[in-house]
């Protein structure tokens, strides 16, 4: 399993980087955390490249240094790496160029299989697409932006599961609001649902919506089949089956106090694009974190 989080600010970013870790710890994931920092114009790139070849002489950091710097102490801080690279201090100046708008940096982690920093330089959209397609993540957390598109293209384009982390607040009590019904998708959600309960210690209301009063056996069957699930798993979880348009129905149930796990639209992106889809519409209008599970 491997994890891409993403974060943008040292303001604004804590609550991504602590849910990510948590979730990166519950699968035992090896663990990327990323920065997108401004694109580097062909001047600036000519002055990086000086300030590498005579670093110690330079005051000059490239844009977003200072967000993987921060996140570097909060690895530390938590004992996510180890004493060894905790003394040895943020290598900034080892940064190991891997391409004209990348750079990374190798940890050692002490939960997570491995951690590493990376930094690119551009189009969010863009380089965070071209970093999941090449290191092939499974999951990809992201902030929950007030940029909504941001994160409306990301679910559509990337290739990888989304979690969105949305008003995730650490002292709130959550259970998990697993959507399931008898699509492709739903297996694979409800494995990914149970991580997510087990890394936050909480229980699963197992949602099963039908637009009409008769739910078909797959629906019954996914819903019976998601318990059965999670009872071996040890957590804690109940069946709820509602009528109505499905993504209202979620928004209605989800309130404050949940996580959303649902499978992503098996529609095809133009299908999508002029019909929309749940997951889209679920994301859209919820205000909870969410996992679209891909």
């Not at 980087?17 to 694109?39: C, H, N, P, Q, Y």
């Not at 293209?153 to 607040?169: A, E, H, K, R």
């Not at 991580?195 to 699963?204: E, N, T």
Request: aromatic residues 8%; glycine residues 8%; contains cysteine.
């Amino acid at each position: 399993m491997k994890i891409l989080i993403a974060i943008g600010s040292k303001e604004f970013s804590k609550p991504t980087l602590r849910t990510g870790l948590k979730v990166a710890k519950a699968f035992r994931a090896s663990t990327t955390i990323v920065d997108v920092g401004e694109k580097i114009g062909k001047f600036n790139a000519k002055i990086i490249g000086l300030a590498h070849e005579r670093m110690e002489s330079w005051e000059f950091d490239r844009p977003g240094v200072d967000v993987l710097e921060w996140a570097f102490q909060y690895l530390a801080d938590n004992e996510y790496i180890e004493p060894n690279t905790i003394e040895a201090g943020f290598p900034k100046n080892t940064l190991v160029e891997t391409g004209s708008n990348r750079a990374e940096v190798y940890l050692k982690g002490t939960v997570c299989k491995d951690v590493n920093l990376i930094l690119r330089n551009g189009d969010i959209i863009s380089e965070l697409r071209d970093e999941v397609h090449t290191g092939r993540y499974d999951v990809t957390i992201i902030g929950g932006s007030q940029k909504r598109r941001m994160a409306h293209d990301l679910i559509q384009y990337i290739d990888s599961s989304i979690f969105i982390v949305n008003q995730l607040i650490s002292a709130q009590t959550y259970r998990i609001l697993l959507a399931v019904d008898d699509s492709s998708g739903t297996k694979k959600a409800i494995k990914y649902g149970a991580r997510v309960a087990q890394a936050f210690d909480i229980g699963v209301d197992i949602l099963t919506v039908s637009k009409n009063e008769t739910f078909r056996d797959g629906y019954r069957n996914a819903a019976e089949r998601a318990a059965k699930f999670m009872r071996r798993a040890g957590i804690d979880c109940k069946n709820m089956y509602k009528v109505g348009d499905p993504a209202t129905v979620i928004k209605e149930e989800s309130g404050n106090d949940h996580i959303i796990v649902m499978g992503a639209s098996t529609r095809n992106p133009l299908a999508k694009f002029f019909k929309g889809s749940k997951p889209l519409k679920v994301m859209e209008e919820c205000k909870c974190p969410i996992l679209i599970v891909k």
